[in-house]
């Protein structure tokens, strides 16, 4: 597993290729670089560096399976996104951060409307606006490929933030002004909602529809203007703060339940690397240069390769009786399953899911999904058939 670092060699030209022949998948990776020894490093004082520099993804200490469900996410957005759930202080917030280091490059628009190549292709000039439509026509781009970017829904956000709005200015031209939404920026990007299950029902409904469609409306008086909103949806909460409704966990492929760590040494180990990122933040993030490289590289070619993986009917089978077993109804239990299966064979070049691949994806996949109260309503509504079927036989012999 190797890959040559083009980007470190534009800034450092001497930067030779990372080469690491005895790591053969991501989750080998991760494993090798939560461990990586740091005790060697010299950090001097602070750098005084002001841009925000944040924690390393593949520097927190375990959370082996946290990592692994972003990153599985990031590999094949018909995961369905990620719900991370968990006290205070289990760098729920921070691993979300640190991905910005490893996010794969996508086609981003460059106009104020969102316009993309594909609209064009797929719904032609009416598909964009005409400034782009323009530009189409004179072979001039109007998007360039960019760094996956993680989009923050802050807690305070009103709805017109949310979806943008369009204000009508009326002078001697009828002009329009646009205010772009978070959901329209978020368009093939990583939306992440800290505390989600404080938000209000207004917003997380606006965000479950536009999530849904891929797409969305805003409409004034008399203009209307639809946008993409093909986004990977990221939440994270805290228990204690309260419970998210049922139609908005449902919304969230995979879910990871996060708690402190609970080997000595590793609590140790993650204030030694916490107290060395706090004292030179640069420095530290430095020392995972390499591996986050890697990390980048693979997930890139896994995301090119996840489509060519295939489900044998065997396998497939074997998913469906665990979910049966388990009693879930919802159907997208079926698909987070086997679509983040598909990633982690993608991860290792593989074309077909396995058995192994279902194991390790069903705790994730699978928890949180049974309703009790589901379950005991469907099955009152049997006895219920059953009583009414009985009446009809005895009345009818």
Known sequence: MSVDNEENNLINPEASPVNYPNISSLKELIDIASGKNISHYDFQHDTGIAEPLFYPFLGIVDQFEMKL????????????????????????TTSVRGLVDILPFVESSLCQYGCLPEDIES??????????????????????????????????????????????????????????????????????????NLLSNEIINSILDASAMGKYTVRSTSKSLTFRSRFTLIGSMNPEEGNLRPQIMDRFGLRVVTSGLKENADRLEAYFRASHYLSNPYEFI?????????????????????????????????????????????????????????????????????????????????????STYITNFLNSNEAENEEINSSLDKILA
């Open 69 to 92: 469900a972003l990153i599985l996410t990031l590999i094949n957005p018909n995961v369905g996104g990620v719900l991370l759930i968990g006290p205070r202080g289990t760098a729920k």
């Open 286 to 370: 430095q020392i995972y240069q390499d591996e986050n490289n890697i990390a980048r590289q693979e997930i890139e070619n896994a995301r090119k390769f996840v489509w060519k993986v295939k489900i044998d009917p065997k396998i497939a089978k074997f998913g469906i009786e665990l979910i049966k077993d388990l009693n879930i109804h919802s159907l997208r239990a079926e698909l987070t399953l086997f679509e983040a299966a598909k990633a982690l064979a993608a991860t290792e070049n593989r074309d077909q899911i396995t058995t192994e691949d279902i194991k390790s994806i069903a705790p994730m996949a699978l928890r949180l999904r049974r």
């Open 123 to 196: 719904d032609g000039n009416e598909g964009v606006c005409p400034e782009c439509a323009q530009k189409y026509a004179e072979n001039i781009p109007f998007s360039e490929f960019s760094k996956v970017k993680i989009i923050e829904l802050p807690l305070n956000t009103d709805l017109d933030s949310v979806t943008g709005s369009i204000e009508e200015i009326y002078h001697k031209n009828n002009k329009m002004h646009l205010k772009r939404g978070i959901l329209s920026l978020a368009d093939k990007n990583i939306l992440y909602i800290d505390e989600v």
